[in-house]
T-cell receptor, first 116, second 115 residues
Framework: ETGVTQSPTHLIKTRGQQVTLRCSSQ?????VSWYQQALGQGPQFIFQ???????GRGNFPPRFSGLQFPNYSSELNVNALELDDSALYLC???????????????FGPGTRLTVL | AQKVTQAQTEISVVEKEDVTLDCVYE???????LFWYKQPPSGELVFLIR??????QNEISGRYSWNFQKSTSSFNFTITASQVVDSAVYFC????????????FGSGTRLQVQP
């Protein structure tokens, strides 16, 4: 069984640019959540996708957007990058949100984004 | 609003010592889930345990044990006979039992196990 994968591993961008991060969910999982983890802090919830629809959002501005595809993989897009966007971005998938089994989120290795 | 507090920022122990990581949470929900995750230097969050708010039984898994006390809103994690491989940052997290079930994390406790 393949776990959650993310690409790229590392990324360096400059302020004002746009970035797209990708995530493949674990086999059988239909829900994907994205988290931002700044250095030395706990992860912060960005948003969640379930069956290709956004299913909740944390306290992040609209320049953070996402997509989920029919195969349940997902993208996180960040426009107009700011220096404070530098962080580890973690993707997590969970099984069967609609079936009552979707309580545990399994995380990928993350994408470390540096904004200069 | 939900909140998780891990008051211990960093703990250093010598191998084979027992160590307890504290977690205190706040929520208005009557039904919720609590989690512990381990984050080694590689960065990936590794799931350790999930406990629902109705189940206050303590749990033991090998050298790991968890003490959930609803009366004090605490969910503490003990590692018995610590090993160098236990060195990591440990996060306690809380989620709703319905809806999006987003995780609210504490700020983490960095555990260093010295040989």
């Amino acid at each position: 069984e393949t776990g959650v994968t993310q690409s790229p591993t590392h990324l360096i961008k400059t302020r004002g640019q746009q970035v797209t991060l990708r995530c493949s969910s674990q086999s059988g999982h239909n829900t994907v959540s994205w988290y931002q983890q700044a250095l030395g802090q706990g992860p912060q919830f960005i948003f969640q996708y379930y069956r290709e629809e956004e299913n909740g959002r944390g306290n992040f501005p609209p320049r953070f957007s996402g997509l989920q595809f029919p195969n349940y993989s997902s993208e996180l897009n960040v426009n107009a990058l700011e220096l404070d966007d530098s962080a580890l971005y973690l993707c997590a998938s969970s099984p069967g949100l609609g079936s009552g089994r979707g309580y545990t989120q399994y995380f990928g290795p993350g994408t470390r984004l540096t904004v200069l | 609003a939900q909140k998780v507090t891990q008051a211990q920022t960093e703990i250093s122990v010598v191998e084979k010592e027992d160590v307890t990581l504290d977690c205190v949470y706040e929520t208005r929900d009557t039904t919720y889930y609590l989690f512990w995750y381990k984050q080694p230097p590689s960065g990936e969050l590794v799931f350790l345990i999930r406990r629902n708010s109705f189940d206050e039984q303590n749990e033991i898994s090998g050298r790991y044990s968890w003490n959930f006390q609803k009366s004090t809103s605490s969910f503490n994690f003990t590692i018995t006979a610590s090993q160098v491989v236990d060195s990591a940052v440990y996060f306690c997290a809380l989620s709703e039992a319905t809806g999006r079930r987003a995780l609210t994390f504490g700020s983490g406790t960095r555990l260093q196990v010295q040989p």
